[in-house]
């Protein structure tokens, strides 16, 4: 039988230490609190971050492994710079937060359900409203092809997830996400667990402590949210196919 800590519901921050978490399942650390902003941003900063489904407590991980981009050298395949070199696509960011997030909520076509509840869609929306959650959008015209979600503390940013509503969406949304990041001197992007789709885009793993000890520095630092505020770079899916 498992056995976690149960956060204290009064102390938004009041998190074990990571090292504490367990081997298996892989990262999981604590149970209980709540969405509050005040939690959710406590956690982010330790690199702790929730995920759990409908019919379990709030459960939070902190993995062995971490799953990071470095914003300045994302890597994009060959057929995917062809692609977007004659796609028209327009990015933008914080257009259509609420619709990216429950786009990212919807049940995938291999998937019986989702992590992203009711309550993790307004716990979102209530850092949204805060300044501190964003979206980066990918538009054919008028239409949402895809996008990207998460967070930012300091000169960090944490996704959280993203969507295709069409082939390459997700891809064309976090390519333009690390290229704003990067020139807002925002040096990584958590994304959390690997994946093969991941991998080709140049993700990398970081060991726990050295993840955590990188996100201290960079959580404390000042933050980009003036950045966000209207000032996210004029960026077509052509421009990132180099």
């Not at 050298?73 to 619709?99: E, I, N």
């Not at 290229?179 to 991998?199: I, K, N, V």
Request: glycine residues 10%.
């Amino acid at each position: 039988m498992i056995r976690l800590p149960f956060l204290d519901p009064a102390d938004p921050e009041a998190f074990p230490p990571v090292e504490r978490a367990l081997a298996e399942p892989d990262g999981l650390l604590a149970a209980g609190g709540d969405l509050s902003p005040a939690r959710l941003l406590a956690a982010y900063r330790r690199g702790i971050f929730p995920w759990y489904s409908d019919g379990e407590p709030i459960l939070w991980w902190s993995p062995a492994m971490r799953t990071v981009f470095d914003t300045a050298r994302p890597h994009v395949p060959r057929r995917l710079a062809r692609w977007m070199r004659r796609c028209d696509w327009q990015l933008r960011a914080d257009t259509a937060f609420g619709a990216v997030v429950r786009a990212c909520a919807a049940p995938r076509a291999r998937d019986r359900g989702t992590w992203i509840g009711a309550a993790m869609i307004q716990a979102y929306e209530r850092l949204h409203a805060l300044g501190h959650a964003h979206s980066v959008e990918a538009w054919d015209g008028d239409r949402l092809v895809g996008g990207i979600y998460g967070v930012s503390v300091g000169r960090m940013f944490f996704g959280e997830s993203m969507f295709s509503a069409t082939e390459n969406g997700s891809k064309v949304a976090l390519l333009a996400l690390c290229r704003a990041l990067a020139g807002w001197d925002c040096p990584l992007l958590d994304a959390q667990l690997a994946s093969t789709h991941l991998s080709t885009l140049g993700a990398r793993e970081m060991p726990r402590g050295r993840f955590c000890a990188e996100v201290a520095a960079l959580a404390a630092g000042k933050g980009v949210e003036g950045a966000w505020r209207g000032r996210f770079p004029t960026l077509r899916a052509a421009d990132l196919g180099g």
